[in-house]
Structure formats: structure tokens, C-alpha cells
């Protein structure tokens, strides 16, 4: 069964660091476009960064410059790194994998990333 499994949530201070990681399971990465998205109580949920399977990286306007989103093939991992961190970065942070031939969408759980201050 295909899965997204995500790590590297958690509290940081403003203008700090955090790499996010989602590895995927039963899947080829190479076949997928990849993005993370991001949701916080209240608000619609936000695409932050997508990389499509010919490596055009795409960010939302509030997180360009600061974030970079990549992928490690060979691993089957994606991550997200996240530069100079604001209070408004503070959400919960999925990772999403779409196969670029079947429409196939898959979803990680979910990682917190919580920004102080």
C-alpha cells in the first residue's frame, strides 16, 4: 500500500530552521508531481511549494525565498526546507504526491510546525 510518511515538525524560534521529510512507500517517486501544503485552524488549506516531475518548483508568495522544496529519488523522500521561519509559518504541514500519468493522489499525516516569537 502506498504510503507518505512525514517527520520533522516542531517548535522553533522565529527566523530558525526546520527540514521537513516525507518518505514514500510503495511508490516510485520519479512517477509523481510532489508538493507540500500546509493548514491552520480556521483557514483553507494553502499550498506552500509543488516540484513537477520535470523539476519546476512552484512556491506560494509568502514562502518565496525562504523555502525549497527537493526530492531524493533514490531515497523516495521529499523534503521542505524552511529558512528564516515567521509566527505565520505555524501550521500543520502535509505532504502530497500526485501520479503524473493516473491522477493517483496520496497524502502524508500530517507534521506540526509551530513558530514562536
Known amino acids: 500500500q502506498v504510503q507518505l510518511v512525514e517527520s520533522g515538525g516542531g517548535l522553533v524560534q522565529a527566523g530558525g530552521s526546520l527540514r521537513l521529510s516525507c518518505v514514500g512507500s510503495?511508490?516510485?517517486?520519479?512517477?509523481?508531481?510532489i508538493a507540500w501544503y500546509r493548514r491552520t485552524p480556521g483557514k483553507e488549506r494553502e499550498l506552500v511549494a509543488s516540484?513537477?516531475?520535470?523539476?519546476?518548483?512552484v512556491y506560494a508568495n509568502s514562502v518565496k525565498g525562504r523555502f525549497t522544496i527537493s526530492k531524493d529519488s533514490a531515497k523516495n523522500t521529499m523534503y521542505l526546507q524552511m529558512e528564516s521561519l515567521k509566527p505565520e509559518d505555524t501550521a500543520d504541514y502535509y505532504c502530497n504526491a500526485v501520479h503524473a500519468d493516473y491522477g493517483f493522489e496520496h497524502w502524508g499525516q500530517g507534521t506540526q510546525v509551530t513558530v514562536h516569537s
Open positions: 516540484l513537477s516531475r520535470s523539476g519546476s518548483a
Open positions: 510503495q511508490m516510485n517517486f520519479n512517477l509523481y508531481s
